[in-house]
């Protein structure tokens, strides 16, 4: 039966033990048939349905504290959830104790010194929100409703990447709930090498309660989508490998095959361009000039606004199944590999999302933070949405079969925000060259793998 507290051996566990945790816990506690309990297990990828026996919603760090204390103590398997953004369902678990962030929403600037406190339940809307007034904007990714904590950990790429990075590159320092249930300041001059894993590697060393960010002085940027008749995809596909060659690091381009709101299969680039208005124009021409536009909404916008663009297209409520890889070179051979399965799509909402990494990602050093993907070219995100339960097959395997026909093309690895069903080797791979390395870093903080629900590093034995 699920939706029961159990230890990890399966054995429930004793109602007093669950009754003396909640008298003592200062946050909001939820269980099976409490009133918030399955609004708090929802989340907004329809296919994850799952039954915790207990989400611990926290207030304060020192609720995260007693969390994990009660969590190691009673032999509990344990979610971590922030955003709750994760397409794989990473911030549920069934039976076990979910660690709720979502109510730690606060942000802070500091605009003369341009940083940022930033609370793990924040989402990017969040963070916008305040930045904006003082001109200021942390590098982030592309859908508002995103959860700093997950992205950030596990990287972030998004708008400002080629001018300013990944957001794990603004990243200054955190504070970390460790598996002992100890709070950690983590920077460059403390556990440095936790601070180092957790730029990149994922949710696995600890519970980030709080992170503090550069901030960087954008304001107005010229955004915004142009679509073109999926007939001219490779046309645009190959035009837009060409122009991010020599493009300014003031641009951010993404390519997408996507389906228009009138149903028809198109092929789009949304951009963001982070200088002057007017340096940005002949961009824009260049894209009018490529093929006859059939949709065009570039213009200056503020940058929240830039954030909120791609938000209509992941809505909650949708089933969704993501695979992703990477490609060194966009060759022709590749392009037309992702155009003609762009169009096997069952479903019209399906997308794929082609992501440049260039500029500012690239000239940190592999080796500087756990991310180690700076030279690897483009990510293709392959993104299966559908609305009937009944249709999980066919979206399933045309996103596994994309990802399988882009394999000659490959660098066989993927972004870590992106890995959903795979199995061991592609974890692994996804943290590349520093994987050996991220393995040191969990074996020191976490030996036992108390943080496993997560794109899993395991500790040495």
């Known amino acids: 039966m699920s939706g029961i507290l159990k230890h990890a051996d399966g054995s429930i566990v004793e109602l ?7 008298n003592s816990f200062a946050g909001q506690s939820l269980l099976p048939g409490d009133s918030d309990y399955d609004t708090a297990r929802t989340l907004w990828n329809a296919s994850i349905d799952k039954r915790p026996g207990l989400i611990a919603r926290c207030g304060s760090t020192n609720d ?133 894993a ?22 107005t940027v010229l955004g915004g989508m142009i679509a073109y008749p999926r007939s001219e995809a490779a046309t645009v596909l190959r035009f837009y490998r060409d122009l991010m060659q020599t493009a300014p690091e003031e641009l951010t381009a993404y390519a997408g095959l996507i389906t228009t709101p009138e149903g028809a299969p198109a092929v789009a680039i949304m951009m963001c361009y982070c200088g002057s208005l007017e340096a940005g124009e002949p961009i824009v021409q260049s894209l009018r000039a490529v093929a006859q536009p059939v949709f065009e909404a570039i213009q200056p916008m503020p940058f929240p606004a830039m954030q909120k663009l791609a938000d209509a297209t992941h809505p909650d409520g949708l089933h969704n199944y993501w695979r992703s890889t990477f490609v060194r070179e966009l060759s022709d051979a590749a392009i037309d590999v992702i155009v003609e399965q762009s169009n096997e799509a069952p479903s019209n909402l399906n997308a794929v999302l082609v992501q440049i990494f260039s500029g500012a990602v ?44 882009l394999k000659p093309h490959s660098s066989y690895t993927c972004l870590v925000n992106f890995l959903g069903d795979e199995g061991a080797s592609e974890v692994r791979a996804a943290f590349g060259s520093n994987y050996e390395r991220l393995v040191d870093v969990k074996t020191k903080y976490d030996p036992t793998n108390f943080f496993r629900l997560n794109q899993n590093i395991r500790p040495r034995m």
């Open 64 to 196: 995260v504290v007693r969390a994990v204390q009660f969590a190691r103590i009673n032999n509990l398997l344990v979610a971590v959830k922030g955003g709750g953004h994760n397409v794989a369902g990473r911030a549920l678990c069934d039976d076990g104790l979910v660690i709720d962030l979502s109510l730690m929403k606060q942000v802070s600037v500091d605009a003369p010194s341009r940083t940022v406190t930033v609370e793990a339940g924040a989402l990017l809307e969040d963070v916008d929100r305040e930045t904006h007034p003082h001109g200021l904007a942390v590098p982030a990714g592309v859908v508002s409703k995103t959860g700093v904590a997950g992205l950030a950990l596990g990287g972030g790429v998004g708008w400002l990447a080629r001018k300013y990075g990944l957001t794990c590159d603004s990243l200054l320092s955190c504070d970390v709930v460790s598996a002992q249930g100890e709070v950690l300041q983590v920077h460059d001059a403390s556990h440095s090498d936790l601070f180092w």
């Open 16 to 22: 007093r033990t669950v009754k003396r945790f909640i």
């Open 362 to 405: 690239n000239k940190v050093d592999a080796a500087a933070t756990a991310f180690p993907h700076r030279n690897a070219g483009f990510s293709i995100g392959i993104e299966a949405k559908w609305v009937d339960a009944a249709q999980c097959s066919p979206n399933i395997a045309w996103a596994r079969g994309f990802s399988d026909a």
């Open 198 to 219: 957790l730029r990149g590697g994922g949710g696995n060393f600890g519970v980030v309660t709080s992170f503090r960010f550069r901030a960087h002085p954008v304001s």
